[in-house]
């Protein structure tokens, strides 16, 4: 990859535009005040958009502990990181719900799978970043509908349902539900994406936080006790959830959006102002 710099001499032989003193101190008067207006409005919009995070991490982990229905009897969970769920659910281990699958693929040429925190994606080998192995034919199996998790380091680590057919770090936990006649995908997903989230698995993982190291180990995961709510409400759950977090998704992307906006008017602001394109005289 070719990097491109300024050296002395290129700096040196560099010609700039230099207006008279007073008009320069103009300049800087009118791009002081215009750039901390638009440096203002980035920052409410970054503050908009740490509130809709936020907002969206409550709201599932609310749906996914209490359920939809505001008026329910609640009820003790036994649960460490839950203190109460609805009267009609029930409680599980993890071993009972979905079951652990290690399928080595023993040959080369399948698509290969990255677990990024924008979900399971395939590698994309043409950045030339991240590790890469010498062979992928130790790597295990991945199914569509699989879950994959990178149990290694809760930090950084996410877990997701694979859209793909491919491969995947043999380091990481590959798993499937036991039986989708009581365990809706849909619902665990973001049930353990919120534990994600929430650092609620940090309870029962090993490791050194300040280090990044923080690993579910297998025991730990089969042994974690999650809600269990009746089939059609965990799906009516993942169904509103799907819904609300489309919406706040989008309302992050548009903010998203105009801070980029914002910041190519704010290089233009400067560009003109600065090659004389717009009268400062008035600032």
């Known amino acids: 990859m070719k990097v491109f710099h300024v050296n002395q001499g290129n700096l040196h032989e560099t010609y700039v535009t230099v207006p008279p003193c007073d008009v ?6 009118y791009l002081d005040e215009r750039c ?3 440096d203002d409005d980035v920052k409410k919009r970054q503050k908009v958009i740490e509130r809709l995070k936020e907002y969206k991490k409550s709201l599932i982990a609310h749906a996914v502990t209490k359920g939809l229905d505001p008026t329910a009897e ?16 029930q409680t599980s281990k993890l071993k009972a719900l979905f079951q652990i699958t290690k399928r080595i693929a023993g040959v080369e040429g399948l698509t290969v799978l990255s677990i990024t925190q924008d979900g399971i994606r395939p590698k994309d080998f043409s950045t030339g970043k991240g590790q890469f192995a010498e062979t992928y034919s130790h790597y295990q199996l991945v ?7 990178n149990h290694m380091d809760l930090l950084t680590g996410w877990v ?3 859209r793909y057919e491919g491969v995947t770090s043999p380091d990481y936990r590959v798993f499937s539900a036991r039986d989708l006649a009581v365990s809706n995908p849909s619902y665990y997903l973001y049930l353990f994406q919120m534990c994600y989230l929430n650092r609620v ?6 490791g050194v936080a300040d280090k990044g190291r923080m690993r579910l180990q297998t025991n730990a995961f089969n042994n974690f006790v999650v809600p ?4 059609e409400e965990q799906k009516r759950i993942a169904a509103y959830l799907d819904e609300r977090c489309v919406a706040i998704d989008e309302a992050i992307s548009r903010q998203e959006q105009l801070i980029e906006k914002l910041g190519e008017y704010r290089k233009s602001v400067i560009h003109h102002a600065v090659t004389g394109k717009i009268d400062c005289t008035e600032a």
Do not use: E, T, Y
């Open 36 to 38: 901390a207006a638009i």
């Open 24 to 29: 320069q101190r103009r300049i800087v008067s």
């Open 228 to 231: 269990l709510p009746p089939l």
């Open 74 to 89: 609640m009820k003790d969970s036994d649960i460490k990181w839950v203190d109460q769920i609805p009267s009609n659910w």
């Open 201 to 206: 698995f940090f309870g029962s993982a090993n």
């Open 160 to 162: 997701d349902i694979s």
């Open 143 to 149: 199914h569509p509908g699989d879950f994959a998790m």
